[in-house]
């Protein structure tokens, strides 16, 4: 010790100190490093990143050069500590016990907590540069690293745990995704949060929650009188029509309807020529998932199709605007008494709504929260919440708001009044 000056001494242990430190905050902020930011700054050429993505490509490797050389400094740290000690003030208990007490301190202080948290604070600014010397330290550290990693791997496999590669481990679900982007309002305009919601949600969904039941479609049937169809032609608000003959189980096609304009003021139209323009229906398969038959309404070229039972029954009508609508949002002008442009709260709390009309729009557009795993419609989960069709006005209370029922026929609720649950439902039968 004698040949080292004091200044010197105290020198080359703040010099261990900071090589632990920096070794304690290089294994951070590199475990800390967004992979996803990553790949996105070696798409951008950033040289730094590239050697950042090689590293953690290998993270065995990488923690096996940090913990290498981490170790290896505390070691010579610690032994440095205590020839001081012994020099300066005796071989002693209570100096060996001061010295690794604070030893131990200053280790947590500098070269362990403060560094780990730096690092997890500023992960891109450390982990980049940092690269560059933890590259060059593998190169030269790689015997000892690949020998350390053979007992590391033997080890791992009496255990039965499987190596992860990084790319599987940065690979995300639809939910993680989801959470992403509900986690980056600050940074996503709201209309596009919406839409990329939409889309995860396209996944869940099938033709069956979006399709136009059987009997709100509005289709010609060919067996009429010439002038009754001359007439629905005329004032049909729909520019594709289903055609059928006398029964819509007796489907012919989907006729467009510009084909004909030029033919009605000139005569009565007959069923031959309606037969002529009538292309081949479009058949979809009830359950068929939204985002596939989206898939198949481009490869077919097709924008509109019938949905149809396992017994080839119709069950209702999909459009191309209908799946583009659960993405985008509404767009298009809906026919009289079939839009959603009345869906919406009146001053008084109450909105009156077709039994027909699906949970899922009433959801969106009221902000309510109809239970959508069941049945698709009003009518649907008023009938499974009373097991039978009223024969007269009744309420059914759900969470957040009551349902009053207004207009029932012998087959289903036509339709009903909503109250929301913080308005005055006073004087209403409710039946749960």
Known sequence: MDSFPFWAQILALIILLLFSAFFSIAETAMMALSRLRLRHLVREGSRAAR?????????????????????????????????????YFGQSEWVLAVAAGSLTFAILVFAEITPKVIGATYPERIALPASFVLAALLKLA?????????????????????????????????????????????????????????????????????????????????????????????????????????????????????????????????????????????????GTPLLQQLQMFQDNRQRVGMVVDE????????????????????????????????????????????GSVSLRKLNRRLRVAFPSH???????????????????????????CVVEIMQTDEQAVRSARLIRANSDADGLRGKD
């Open 374 to 400: 069941g049945p698709r419609t009003l009518n649907g989960l008023l009938l499974e919440r009373l097991q039978e069709i009223p024969e007269g006005a009744c309420c059914v209370r759900f969470d957040d």
């Open 142 to 286: 790689t015997p000892f690293v690949w020998f350390v990693n053979l007992f590391v791997s033997a080890v791992l496999w009496a255990l039965r745990i499987p190596r992860r590669d990084s790319a599987d481990a940065t690979q995300l679900t639809p939910q993680e995704l989801r959470t992403i982007v509900l986690e980056g309002g600050n940074f996503i305009p709201s209309k596009h949060r919406s839409i990329l919601l939409n889309l995860f949600d396209l996944e869940q969904l099938t033709v069956d929650d979006v399709m136009t039941p059987r009997a709100r479609v509005e289709a010609l049937d060919i067996s009429q009188p010439p002038e009754a169809i001359g007439r629905q032609l005329m004032t049909c608000y729909h520019n594709k029509l289903p055609v059928f003959d006398g029964d819509i189980a007796r489907m012919l096609g989907v006729l467009h309807v510009r084909k004909l304009l030029p033919l009605l003021g000139q005569q009565a139209l007959t069923s031959e020529q309606v037969r002529e323009r009538v292309v081949p229906p479009y058949y979809i398969p009830t």
């Open 311 to 354: 017994y080839g029954d119709v069950r209702g009508l999909v459009t191309l605007e209908d799946i583009i609508e659960e993405i985008v949002g509404e767009f298009t002008t809906q026919a009289p008494g079939l839009g959603t442009a009345a869906l919406q709260w009146a001053e008084d709390g109450q909105v009156v709504v077709d």
């Open 51 to 87: 050697l950042a993505e090689a590293l953690l490509g290998r993270t065995d490797r990488l923690l096996g050069v940090i913990l290498l050389g981490n170790n290896l400094v505390n070691n010579v740290l610690a032994t440095l500590v205590t020839a001081l000690a012994i020099y």
